[in-house]
């Protein structure tokens, strides 16, 4: 079965330092990952995913995540974190030797604050 | 680009009564997903609708209902609405490609009272 873990429920960083997001992972068959946003009374946003080739994956708003395969994880990361980019991180899983139209599994979720 | 669209927006009914969320996907894509999410919860998946036709299914009350119209739109049915059922309901689409992207609506919030 798959199942994704973040294991901080919170992260504070100071406005302007590096920020990480962890996140790890568990499916059967390749894995495809994702990450994506939600502020607010809001829907959730798609930041970026990682499907095959290269581990380090950029996306939207300066975000970066790594796909490590031994270490079954794909952290998010951000070189300078911002105020507005504090909101509640999800990170979500797919098994890719599934058929196309599988769910997603979330993980739990990471509250980040940037404190100014 | 359009997005996935949700209505209504914001829904109160009482116990017992029943509602109807809808979906509409974004242009092209032919399958759509239901999320619930609770309070402080990550979205847990419901249903799935590829081509008309139900996918996937998950945590689905049997008191619930779905499906997937030919213009590809999705209706959640939700009867004897209870307590519990409260909650942000996200609709997603994707092009049903293995590798495509879920797209998420803004949500439905439905408070149940």
């Known amino acids: 079965a798959q199942s994704v873990a973040q294991p901080e429920d919170q992260v504070n960083v100071a406005e302007g330092n590096p920020l990480t997001v962890k996140c790890t992972y568990s499916?059967?068959?390749?894995?495809?990952l994702f990450w994506y946003v939600q502020y607010p009374n809001r829907g959730l946003q798609f930041l970026l995913k990682y499907i095959t080739g290269d581990n380090l994956v950029k996306g939207s708003y300066g975000f970066e995540a790594e796909f490590n395969k031994s270490q079954t994880s794909f952290h998010l990361k951000k070189p300078s974190a911002l105020v507005s980019d504090s909101a509640l991180y999800f990170c979500?899983?797919?098994?890719?030797?599934?058929?196309?139209?599988?769910?997603?599994?979330f993980g739990p979720g990471t509250s980040l604050s940037v404190i100014p | 680009a359009a997005g996935v669209i949700q209505s209504p927006r914001h829904l109160i009914k009482e116990k017992r009564e029943t509602a109807t969320l809808k979906c509409y996907p974004i242009p092209r894509h032919d399958t759509v997903y239901w999320y619930q999410q609770g309070p402080g919860q990550d979205p847990q998946f419901l249903i799935s609708?590829?081509?008309?036709?139900?996918?996937d299914k998950g945590s689905i009350p049997d008191r619930f209902s779905a499906q997937q119209f030919s213009d590809y739109h999705s209706e959640l049915n939700m009867s004897s609405l209870e307590l519990g059922d409260s909650a942000l309901y996200f609709c997603a689409s994707s092009s049903g490609l293995r590798t495509d992207t879920q797209y998420f609506g803004p949500g439905t919030r439905l408070t149940v009272l």
């Open positions: 499916v059967s068959g390749n894995p495809y």
């Open positions: 609708f590829y081509e008309k036709m139900q996918s």
């Open positions: 979500a899983v797919r098994d890719g030797g599934k058929t196309s139209y599988d769910k997603v599994i």
